[in-house]
């Protein structure tokens, strides 16, 4: 069988990953990679044993001289429309990654650039394939639960991996939509699944009541002296090439946690009306010693309560029917509990077979939507409603 063949644009934290796992992936080849940053692409290929792979340092010089029919893009959120047009308008097939885009605006623009050359888009809602939030998904569309009213759903991140936002890209808004969107994009792609409705309005409390300036005494952790803070940069979440280990060059990367150039929270809530009358909230946390999802979907017929550090789900019914437990354990060793490889597999198969995937623009515009409600209405205190159009092309 043809095997596709594949790019990857974007060859940082995430690019790593994908080039990891393409070089083990039926039906797909590696066959070029790009980077803005060719010298640490560079030193990444090496890591990986992928030399030999063609690296070009823009999307117009990748488009110009390889060949291939699909793009895995995983550059920064804001770089995700420039580098998803050229691609869509080369006729290049697209698996990009989440949040599709900061704005909605932007994602439109993408939209229109993929419907106009045909072109299979998948955007990186891994978590549809996790193995706990795909029973989920089954359970409540199975009709189990009887009419489903409340979604409860929680993140809450790891210490290290929290604190890593408040450092990278992502802290800024005009990066990333703000925290909610960057990170619990995943979050709204899964409560929306469920709910099987669109978001019509939305409220939000959040704020950066922990990382806050006052504590900043130092820039960067390599000028500080305090070797007990709990931030102190020592490499988490972060990919380093071996010249910035071995040169315990950590700058930029070491930005303090405390730092004043951001515009994040360290927490927040959002509740969320749905069209159907399904009324949902989610809770973002960063101090998590067990990093976890949690989700709780409440029928009239029965409760579902799930939980990723947990890998199963409990479900009570109000309706004699006795207690299930149903387990859901990763079946490789994939991120994500297993779903990046079989997310990755499924968006090949896509392009092979010349299908539209499960999780196309339509996820990744509302998505955006209702991210960018939520922050607004955190932003204004106020409830923002979501009008019919927002999700309209
Ligand atoms: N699905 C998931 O669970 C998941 C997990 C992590 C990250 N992500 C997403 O992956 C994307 C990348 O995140 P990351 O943490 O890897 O960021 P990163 O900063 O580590 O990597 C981005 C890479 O893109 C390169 N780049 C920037 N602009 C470019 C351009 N115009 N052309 C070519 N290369 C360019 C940078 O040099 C860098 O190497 C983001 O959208 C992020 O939200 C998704």
Redesign the pocket.
Known sequence: MKKCKVAV???????YTYVEMLRNTAGAELVAL????LK?AAAFAKELNVENIPCYA??EELIANADFDAAVI????F??R??AIACCNAGKSIML??PMAPTAGECRDIINACLKNKCVIQI?F?LRNHPVFRRVIEVARSGVLGQILNITSTEHIGVMHGASYMRR?HRKLANSGGFIL?KCS?DIDIISTVANSKATRVASFGSLDYFTEDKLKYNYCSECPDKDCRYRFAGEFV?MTPDEKANHSAKPFDLCVYNKDKELVDHEVAIIDFANGIKASFTLNLFAKVPKRTICVAGTEGILYADTAEECIHIHYSNGKEYERIECKADNDSG?GGSDQTFLDDFIDCVINDRPSEVDYMAGLSSTVIGNAIEKARLTNKVVEIPAESYQL
């Open positions: 644009i974007g060859f940082g934290q995430r690019g790009c980077d803005s940053d640490r823009s999307v995983t550059t920064p959120d770089m995700h420039e580098g990654e989440k990186g891994v890209w960057a995943h990919r994500h």
